[in-house]
């Protein structure tokens, strides 16, 4: 249950914060033209959202990584338009003192953008537990199933509250703090989809044009160019949660401005009644941001403690022993046929490198999932079973078994291999293909 508690939460603060702060902001600045496109955009987000978790769950065409590209293009578009607009807007509106109707749709529809985005990206795989969880446990009464949805809902009531409590702060801050702080998640929001951008063009070997171009217009060898796009790559993935920690510090600017706000503003007042009715607009907000302070600080130790606790380190399984005859390693399907996940190796001769694959066998079929231990984006870190699930060691990706064998994504590396007389046939030839993806690091 708490391990999927913390997936759930952690695919989701992020958006749960945009989401707050956009609909805040657009609710303040657009008016009722705002409220009604925000919760269009909401609905859009989370109906595309639905799509791609079926897709990506009963389909093997979805290719994640070349999704998320899509999708971090088209935030940074919208935020340069949105961040474009809205300076031209205000700036306007500081001008004419009367809104334009054109610059509120501009607005509305850049900002909804970024929105539709932020949701698109989180809730497909939070959406998807629930049918990867059946896949393994393939009975929906089980105890298992029911402690891991109830973790999961106790993540998504957590997103809940995140969002209800910043969109109810946006509500009370003054404008300038608004839009300010609107930007800034933004901002971290279109680095963050900047690097993981080059990060995912990297691995996919699609930055040759543009090296070559750069170096053709500074005069820099093209290899030193590669390199600082691969430092690039490498501090997006090792720096994931710096972004999130810096959205959750944006958001708790909210309570610390509403609490600073309720304790020096004295607004006037002509009778005892509308004495009463600001005493409870300042009982109101400073509940709101107390709202605010506490679920972005359980935010916080939800993705540090909390995680490190249910995440704790899980050895990867030994590798078994296969037999190698005629020039394949052979695995009988009577040592994998258990649903469990298997490792094997092959050992080149004159080397201490270990070429590492796995095996297990996909649920409620006769098939198998197998493929390298390691893939394109992690590299040789492998894969541990918990929970019945196959589980990435570096990212802690969870694999959907069913697409074991097919390419894409966090997914292992595809090999080949035949089936023959009750055995899997794995010919060294393939692995050998594969032996600049292991350092000789045995795990």
């Known amino acids: 249950m708490l391990k ?16 707050g702060l956009v609909r805040g902001f657009l609710k303040r600045s657009c008016g009722r033209v705002g409220k009604i496109v925000s919760v269009v955009c909401a609905g859009v987000g989370l109906v595309t959202a639905g799509i791609m978790s079926y897709a990506k769950n009963n389909t093997a065409s979805v290719d994640t990584s070349l999704w998320n590209l899509r999708i971090y293009q088209t935030s940074m578009l919208a935020f340069v338009l949105f961040l474009i607009g809205s300076v031209l807007y205000f700036a306007l509106l500081r001008r004419h003192r009367t809104p334009m109707l054109i610059g509120e749709i501009f607005m509305c529809i850049t900002a909804g953008c970024l929105m539709i985005m932020s949701l698109f990206y989180a ?57 300010l702080l609107t930007l800034g998640a933004l901002a971290v929001s279109f680095v963050k989809s900047f690097m993981a951008a080059i990060s995912v063009l990297f691995t996919k070997n699609m930055l040759q044009n543009l090296i070559n171009s750069l170096s053709d217009t500074f005069g820099k060898d093209p290899k030193d160019i590669r390199h600082e796009f691969f430092e690039i790559a490498i501090f997006s993935t090792n720096n994931a949660s710096l972004f999130l920690y810096l959205t959750i510090g944006i958001a708790l600017c909210i309570p610390v401005i509403l609490w600073i706000m309720s304790f020096v503003t004295k607004p006037a007042y002509s009778n005892p009644a509308e004495k009463r009715k600001i005493r409870k607009n300042i009982k109101v907000t400073r509940r709101w941001a107390n709202l605010v302070a506490a679920v972005m600080v359980f935010s916080i130790l939800t993705v540090t403690s909390v995680k490190t606790y249910a995440n704790r380190e899980i050895a990867l399984s030994p590798v078994e022993d296969a037999e190698v005859v005629d020039g394949n390693v052979v695995v009988p399907f009577e040592a994998v046929e258990d649903g469990h996940l298997h490792r094997f190796g092959y050992y080149p001769e004159g080397t201490n490198k270990e070429i590492r694959f796995i095996v297990i066998k996909k649920p409620n079929s006769t098939s198998y999932g197998i493929g390298l231990d390691a893939c394109d984006i992690c590299g ?64």
């Not at 390419?407 to 009750?422: R, S």
Request: glycine share 10%; proline share 5%; hydrophobic share 50%.
């Open 380 to 443: 040789e870190t492998g894969y541990f079973e918990r929970d019945g699930q196959v589980v990435c060691k570096l990212c802690n990706v969870v694999m959907n078994i069913n697409t074991i064998g097919f390419k894409g994504g966090c997914n292992p590396i595809v090999i080949p291999y035949t089936i023959d007389n009750g055995r899997i046939l794995v010919p060294v030839d393939g692995l050998m293909e594969f032996e600049s993806k292991f350092t000789g690091k045995k795990l």
């Open 123 to 179: 809730f497909p795989d939070v959406m998807g537990y629930p049918h990867n969880i059946l896949l393994v446990d393939s009975n929906w009464l089980s105890t298992d199933f029911l402690f891991k949805i109830i973790g999961i809902i106790f993540g998504l009531v957590l997103a809940v509250l995140i969002y209800m409590g910043v969109h109810r702060g946006m509500l009370r801050l003054p404008m300038p703090a608004v839009y």
């Open 4 to 19: 999927y508690f913390v997936m759930t939460a952690e695919a989701l603060i992020t958006a749960a914060i945009l989401t």
